[in-house]
């Protein structure tokens, strides 16, 4: 009885996460046009540098415009200091339906323009195996590992805003 149970309740999870997804689309005008980045918190420097190529991954993509996802007040203060192209349009959204949307999208990978910045999640997350078990740094696991661009752009100027943006918190609304 209590396999069955937990299959019955990832099947339903799969499905929440379907419906949350049609409800973001919905909401958003998410579409083969715009790109999504979901900010997951797990590691401040990956976030950051996954909004410094993020123009990057939409000219790779073909896209013109981005919705991207934070979860708390820390991520939007860092949003904040990075300038976005103007067609990029920020929201909050919680870690616990942004964990049920992430399964969804691992079951089901329903676009190549959307991206999650988990390092712990699944439990074989490449991405996060290659920062804790290689010398591969944030920058160019961003680049090379999340957004699949075909070299790092600017990297020795991306790393040294980093410094400069991380020292102060800014307490804003997106």
């Known amino acids: 009885m209590g396999k069955c149970w937990a299959m019955f309740r990832s099947v339903f999870h799969i499905f929440h996460g379907a419906f949350l ?9 998410l579409d083969n046009g715009k790109a999504v980045l979901f900010l997951t918190g797990d590691n401040q420097k990956l976030d950051y540098f996954s909004m410094v190529y993020l123009q990057n991954f939409m000219e790779q993509k073909y896209v013109d415009g981005a919705v991207l996802f934070v979860k708390d007040k820390r991520e939007s203060g860092l949003v904040r200091k990075i300038p976005l192209p103007g067609c990029v349009r920020c929201s909050w959204y919680s870690s616990r339906k942004m964990r049920i949307l992430y399964d969804y999208y691992s079951f ?3 676009s190549d323009k959307v991206v999650f910045t988990y390092t712990d999640l699944p439990g074989d997350n ?3 195996r290659a920062l804790r078990e290689t010398k591969v740094n944030e920058e160019d ?3 090379l590992g ?29």
């Open 21 to 29: 997804w049609q409800i973001l689309r919905v909401r958003f005008g």
């Open 108 to 110: 089901h990978k329903f």
């Open 126 to 128: 490449q991405l996060g």
């Open 141 to 143: 696991a961003v680049c």
């Open 146 to 174: 999340l957004y699949h661009l075909r070299r790092v752009p600017g990297a020795h100027l991306a790393e040294s805003n980093f410094q400069t943006h991380s020292k102060t918190e800014v307490d804003c609304h997106v």
